[in-house]
Nanobody, 126 residues
Framework: QVQLAESGGGLVQAGGSLRLSCAAS????????MGWFRQAPAKEREFVAA????????NYADSVKGRFTISRDNAKNTVYLQMSSLKPEDTAVYYC???????????????????WGQGTQVTVSS
C-alpha cells in the first residue's frame, strides 16, 4: 500500500521560511518523479514544483521560482520543499505526489501523478 505523508506545514509571517517533507512508503521511490502541488480555498489545485528520480532535473511554477527549492533523498524515501520569502498568496494546502511515467523528466500536469498525500496546511500571514 502506497502512502505519502506530508509534514512541516504551519503558520508563518510573510517573508519567512518553511520546509515541507513528504515521506513515501510502499513504492520503489527512485522509480518515481515527485511533485508538490497546492490548493487554496475555492481554487483549483495547482502545480508548484517537481523533481526527477535522481534529483538532477527540477521544474517550478513561475510563481515560486527563485523562492522555493525542491529536493529529494532517495535513501530516506523523502522529498522536500524548502519555501523562502513566503507571501500571503502562498497560503494553501500543500500536497506531494508521485509520478511513475515521467521519472526522468518531471512534468507539471496533475493528471499524470498517480499517488497523492493527504496534504499539509501552510498559512502565511501579512
Amino acid at each position: 500500500q502506497v502512502q505519502l505523508a506530508e509534514s512541516g506545514g504551519g503558520l508563518v509571517q510573510a517573508g519567512g521560511s518553511l520546509r515541507l517533507s513528504c515521506a513515501a512508503s510502499g513504492l520503489t521511490f527512485s522509480n518515481y518523479a515527485m511533485g508538490w502541488f497546492r490548493q487554496a480555498p475555492a481554487k483549483e489545485r495547482e502545480f508548484v514544483a517537481a523533481i526527477n528520480w535522481n534529483g538532477i532535473i527540477t521544474n517550478y511554477a513561475d510563481s515560486v521560482k527563485g523562492r522555493f527549492t525542491i529536493s529529494r533523498d532517495n535513501a530516506k524515501n523523502t522529498v522536500y520543499l524548502q519555501m523562502s520569502s513566503l507571501k500571503p498568496e502562498d497560503t494553501a494546502v500543500y500536497y506531494c505526489a508521485a509520478d511513475p511515467a515521467h521519472w526522468s523528466r518531471p512534468v507539471n500536469r496533475r493528471d499524470t501523478y498517480t499517488y497523492w498525500g493527504q496534504g499539509t496546511q501552510v498559512t502565511v500571514s501579512s
